[in-house]
């Protein structure tokens, strides 16, 4: 019987299970407590645990062990103890806790059970010798479980010969499920703590992996130093990265890292199952092989090293954000199953890193390379160059650079497929459609797409899947033409128009644009000096003739006078002799044509008065003075509604009388021209278009030099007359052009101001 505060008798049972119940709150608040990595925290939980079990056996005392599930085996050192025996000599209590449990005593007999085990019930089975020796009689074992697993063994000992009663081992059972509660609370804690540091130690590599990458150095300085990251992390010895060459045809080595290296084996390896690499590019699958001794690996295993044993691999695939395989990545140890899942994770997020290096690094030395050749190389080598890129860059099959030319579109540039001149229209194409909605556009496969007016030449290509994006150049932003990519049913890795192309191919549009303004802005700077030039030639050449008329006038001009006073003064010879009278007669008519011939000349070198001219006029008086043959046929569309332009009528109907004519030699005599019109923004635009043999392009340039000679070019009739086209159109304010692929046909722009209104 017990008494408390009050003075109230309590049964000593009653009293038992009241205290207990208070150490059970105690021990729940201890556990409360706990944080994740607190050792102290549980060791004081378990020490109050065994104290708390001496207290529900009077005279007991109590020892608790942890056990390790993995290994089967107690950890000596986790001992816990309470109520040992007083007044033992040090000798002694050397020897009681001497009591580390046998691989065959009864508390493995209670991990094995997963239940109690009590000495008296366990003949077999003596009490350990130590606790013997120092007066123990009764043992009762009860194991800490957890979801099943054994987690520790509390020993309780008992210097009497009896048994422990129904309530002793109720509250035991108790205590030991408190114990284990509290056990397995701190491990979580601790495995959550040790995940959370984890998991900050990978961010703060990636991090560091995206610092390396937007330090812009080298790619292989940045693969290098991923590798070397990915080796801490995972506890890796060595590790490869292969990238897949220009040619998708092998896996060529670009980083190498591990200690103590003999003889790598940096080979390039074939993108087919013939090597564990080559196997995970082919099939673009990560892999984690705990033995690369065990099948079907043995038989593809390629040594990282041939002077190291490695008997375990980790590799994943560099992926690209437009699908397209950039490489591998392996690691590499001499230890069986050394990589775990969350090894294969973080990898394959190093991965995507190394890809981020590669993609933006071949970017960059893409947009160096076009940023070069602006500044040197001419407006058809810098679109030639981007078509190279957009093929490589977004590994498509066939890449196009077109210009806005009024309601049609000119192919200026083309990897593959297009022959540069060709047109497209701007309404219903899919081209068109990207220019006229300013957005890039994407078809799944052109060969049947409605939207794609060369399906035919989709299929011979064996063109696929398409993405469009617009030419914006200027201040305002308006477009100027498109830029497409074409992937290819045979291609080895299809292009996919991601939004990683998209930005991409955005950039060499962007590019594209610049090299188109660049054009611009030297050709309309080459015109105004051409313009100065020939203004100040004409100037010149004006003063020149006005003095050499003068003289001519003085000279020329007595002529016919003199002729007069012949006629006067010898009338009788003259009527005499008819042959002298008639050469009078023709000295002084020739003489008056000289005159008029030089007058007329002139007016050519003397400043031109523009004013606004009827285009489809001018058109009209050109047919006529051409007086092309018969086989020529002529056609013109879209002039009766342009509107008027800027010129002077006679020099402009002398510049298409000049086309006219040699559109009629190059064709020799037969075949046909077509006259267009088209008028944009501030400007008029006269298309001449004939079915002759075409110029080379090498010849664009030099037909317009005066002292040019078209016996080499194949087009007769190309010298002096296309330098006064040039010379009246810079007069005029206006310039000229020429297109033709040097095979079928060539067509002359003639650009004018429109005219006041």
Known sequence: MASNAFNVTIPQGEYLLLDALARLNDIGSGINALTGGDASGVEATLRLIVESAIKVVPGASAVLYTFDARRGAFDPVSRVSAGEWLGATPEERARIEDDEPRASGLGMRAVGRRGPVLSYEEPSLD?????????????????????????????????????????????????????????????????????????EDELARLRRAGLLISSRRRPEETLEAILQMALEVTGAKYGIFRLVDRESQNLVTRAIAGERLGRPAVEALPLNATSIMGWIAKFRQPLNIADVRSEPWARIYYPLDYSLEMRSELAVPLIGAGGRLEGVLNLESPQIAAFSEQDSHLLQAFATQAVIAIQDARLMDALLDVAARLLVQSYPEVLDRLVELACDLLNAGASAIWTLHGEKLTLSAASAGYTRGDHLSLHGSLTGQAILGREPVTSDDVRTDPRFERSELARAQGWTRALIVPLMAGDDGEPVGAFSVYGTATSPEEFTSSDWDKKVLGILA???????????????????????????????????????????????????????????????????????????????????????????????????????????????????????????????????????????????????????????????????ISIEGAAQGAWVEIAVRDTGPGIPAELHDRIFELNFSSQSGGRSNLGFGLWWVKTLMARLGGAVSVESDGRSGTTFRLKLPIGAR
């Open 510 to 672: 962007h590019y594209a644009a610049l090299a188109f303004q660049n054009a611009t802005h030297q050709d309309a700077l080459r015109e105004a000096q051409e313009a100065r030039a020939v203004a100040e030639t004409f100037a010149a050449m004006g003063d020149i003739a006005a003095n050499l008329l003068h003289h001519l006038n003085n000279k020329v001009g007595t002529i016919p006078v003199r002729v007069e006073g012949i006629q006067d003064k010898c009338a009788p010879v003259i009527e005499a002799h008819p042959y002298l009278a008639a050469n009078l007669v023709a000295i002084e008519r020739a003489a008056q044509e000289a005159m008029t011939a030089v007058r007329e000349q002139l007016s050519l070198l003397r400043p031109i008065e523009r004013s606004s001219v009827d285009v489809a006029g001018c058109v009209a008086r050109a047919v006529r003075a051409a007086s092309l043959p018969p086989d020529v046929n002529v056609s013109m569309e879209r002039l009766a509604d342009l509107p008027e332009v800027m010129a002077n009528r006679e020099s402009l109907t002398l510049v298409l009388a000049n086309l006219l004519q040699n559109a009629s030699n190059a064709m020799k005599g037969r075949g046909r």
């Open 127 to 199: 009490i350990h010798p130590a606790k013997l020796a120092a007066g123990a009689k009764v043992l009762a074992c009860l194991p800490l479980v957890v979801a099943g697993s054994p987690v520790g063994v509390l020993y309780v000992y008992l210097r009497e010969e009896r048994r422990f009663t129904q309530l002793e081992l109720l509250l035991l059972s108790v205590f030991v499920n408190q114990a284990a509660i509290a056990m397995y609370h701190a491990g979580q804690l601790s495995d959550v703590q040790r995940e959370l540091a984890r998991r």
